[in-house]
């Protein structure tokens, strides 16, 4: 069975960098599992700048969906993020909330039978506005059951705020 630290809080909060540390505290040569889909240059800019925030130590693997395939075991793994994961299943069902539930859960399931350390990153995308469409409302719900569910099977729950880290679990 894996051992799961679930890191969480909002945008630039500073989960990213933590869940970095974290991971190369732990091995000399995590992997880090990258699942977002470019969208814009904007977005790539992003990417790219996170990119540079890893050295030679880094094992990268980029999987937008199917994440309990990759081979992790044996190894300390990083999944950035949940949040940007959750989407490609929320564009690809068409916004269907219960298909994207199952297929998310299926996933989170298959990884955690690997015996491999994971620290996997999400948003709190809930503690801010709500959202004035249905489809952004939908995600809104979907993101905050896939949180509660990796909260509740994680060994350790972190919340970042303002870079520092809050013990949760």
């Not at 894996?2 to 945008?11: C, V």
């Not at 503690?127 to 905050?144: C, E, I, N, P, Y």
Request: aromatic share 8%.
């Amino acid at each position: 069975m894996a051992k799961l630290t679930f890191i969480t809080g909002g945008a630039r909060s500073g989960k990213s960098r933590y869940a970095q540390q974290l991971a190369l505290s732990r091995s000399g040569n995590p992997v880090y599992v990258a699942t977002a889909r470019i969208w814009d240059a904007e977005f790539k800019q992003r990417v790219d700048r996170h990119r540079e925030d890893r050295d030679e130590r880094w094992t990268l693997l980029e999987e937008e969906k199917w994440i309990s395939r990759l081979p992790l075991a044996g190894k300390v793994a990083v999944i950035d993020c949940i949040t940007l994961w959750i989407t490609n299943f929320f564009s690809d069902r068409k916004y269907d909330l219960d298909a994207c539930l199952a297929d998310c859960e299926q996933e989170i399931e298959g990884l955690l039978r690997q015996d491999t350390g994971l620290i996997i990153i999400s948003n709190e995308i809930g503690m801010g506005l709500h959202a004035d469409t249905v489809s952004g409302r939908k995600f809104t719900d979907l993101q905050g059951w896939i949180n509660q569910s990796l909260a509740a099977k994680a060994d350790e729950v972190i919340f970042m705020v303002s870079g520092l880290p809050l013990k949760i679990k």
